[in-house]
């Protein structure tokens, strides 16, 4: 009685969350002002990215991303000299580009020395986006090269962007280009922050890319490892970083990690933890292999070499493409049983491989897309290798909490971040289960395979959700959509 005790009060804890839940105590983004200026012939005080080949195209043509990266751990600054070679997959000829600048929206972090490119006619900023007028549409199928040159002066904030004494993360640190919507509008939203100074969910939308990334080190800061899905290539003074076909890339830099890994199938599982969480690096190993196992098994081949979890110095937990970040409290807390949050939130983050970076959906208007399936996933690894413990997860990550309103709920819609998780998540979790057992268990799993399959590096909605439920079993499921979703 005591334990289960102990394990409510965890329960209950700040760190049941996954996914999202950011403390803005630190620094609150807030838009700069809205201003327009050309700004396509500013001065340059960095290097262009010329002196790397463009990278070679591959097979199947997806947009370029190229950085050289000058990184301070010491003083928290990167020089970047990024080169996009952006192909426009959409079937629309394009006579304006779109650029959302995520690091923007923390004031005086990114600052701007250069953007050029062959076609640009102008351009003008606008809150995290700038916008670029070409000189000639860009045909459907049709490329063109952007260069930019910038720098970082990154937050002290416990964050996915930003540092603190013992670790910095750069993610979604650089310029890029959303994709497009079926009518051809861009996929491009704000971040929405609740009343209490919560950020609520995400509200970046990635196309698939090829990322390519020259990382220096400079400064005086020994130890320092760099934890990424991305593969390292030594470098004569530097380290180059590859990761075709992702969402985006990533890193998380400390000088403190201790890095356990194992060679699992055809893919490496590295755990980075902070020294002083040694002793539970191997439970991470551990349920990350039992979870890409299932999921491998359930959702399709994992594709990449490697999967990263790293512990973050920070509150929630978060994917990212080949990589999650696991809160540091979650790895403290760990007690060696199956009835706590690593075993729980180990799988959920992993499960978002498959479901965010293979499978892309819009995390701001369409999380549920992303987070009830993960959220769900977690119970479909319990049943798996705990199963004496489902109704256990069930009872105390769903029922315990507020688990009510629209799974379809945008992150503007939910209104705080409270709400978002008790219909996003749990609702959404309870959602998938009444699917299942709506379909057959057997019908419901092999819709989410066909999902993946048939969605796999796209940006799937609602329509190819159903499309793959109907598939396995055309049954009438609008009771379901009437109880769950907003009309
Ligand atoms: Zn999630």
């Not at 110095?313 to 949050?341: A, C, Q, R, W």
């Not at 057959?440 to 796209?458: I, P, T």
């Amino acid at each position: 009685m005591k334990t289960r005790l102990i394990y409510l009060i965890l329960i209950v804890s700040l760190l049941f969350t996954s996914c999202g839940k950011q403390s803005q105590a630190t620094s609150t983004p807030t838009l700069p002002p809205p201003q327009s200026q050309v700004m396509n012939t500013t001065e340059e005080t960095l290097p262009e990215p010329t002196s790397t080949p463009t990278p070679e195209p591959t097979q199947e043509n997806y947009s370029q991303y190229h950085f050289d990266v000058v990184f301070d751990y010491a003083q928290h600054t990167l020089q970047v000299s990024q080169q996009i070679v952006f192909l426009n997959k959409s079937d629309f000829p394009l006579s304006e580009i779109l650029l959302l600048i995520p690091p923007r929206s923390f004031p005086g972090v990114y600052t701007q020395t250069s953007l050029q490119g062959d076609l640009i006619a102008a351009s003008s900023e606008d809150g995290i986006k700038t916008i670029i007028t070409l000189s000639q549409p860009l045909a459907a199928q049709q490329s063109l090269t952007i260069n930019l040159s910038y720098s970082l002066n990154l937050p002290k904030r416990e964050g996915t962007l930003g540092f603190t004494d013992r670790q910095t993360n750069l993610s979604n640190w650089y310029p890029y280009i959303p994709p497009r919507d079926q009518s051809g509008n861009w996929l491009a939203h704000e971040p929405f922050i609740d009343a209490s100074n919560m950020v609520v969910g995400e509200y970046i939308v990635n196309e698939i890319a090829d990322f390519t990334v020259n990382f220096q080190l400079i400064g005086n800061t020994p130890n320092l490892q760099i934890a990424t899905g991305a593969r390292p290539i030594p470098m004569e003074n530097g380290t180059r970083y590859e990761l075709p076909k992702a969402r985006a890339i990533a890193f998380s830099i400390s000088n403190q990690y201790h890095l356990e890994e194992i060679q699992h199938n055809n893919y490496l599982i590295q755990a980075y933890v902070f020294s002083n969480q040694k002793q539970n690096a191997s439970a991470i190993t551990r349920i990350a292999t039992q979870a890409m196992d299932l999921f491998s098994e359930l959702f399709g081949e994992y594709p990449r070499e490697r999967v990263v979890i790293v512990s973050a110095d920070f509150l929630h937990n978060m994917e990212m493409d080949g990589m999650v970040l696991l809160s540091n409290k979650i790895i403290d807390f760990y007690d060696g049983t199956p009835l706590n949050n690593l075993t729980i939130l180990i799988p959920h983050e992993l499960s978002h491989q498959w479901f965010y970076s293979l499978v892309g959906n819009d995390q701001a208007l369409e999380p549920w897309l992303d987070e009830s399936i993960a959220t769900y996933s977690e119970s479909l690894f319990y049943e798996r290798y705990h199963p004496e413990y489902l109704q256990w997860w069930w009872d105390n990550r769903v029922f315990a909490h507020e688990h009510n309103g629209y799974v379809n709920n945008s992150i503007y819609e939910a209104g705080s971040y409270e709400n978002y998780r008790a219909s996003v998540y749990l609702n959404g979790a309870i959602f998938m289960q009444d699917l299942s057992e709506n379909l057959g268990k057997e019908n419901f799993l092999s819709a989410l395979r066909h999902y993946v399959e048939n969605n796999q590096y796209g940006v799937a909605t609602q329509k190819e959700f159903f499309d793959a439920l109907f598939q396995a079993n055309p049954i009438d499921l609008n009771h379901l959509l009437l109880k769950y979703f907003r009309q």
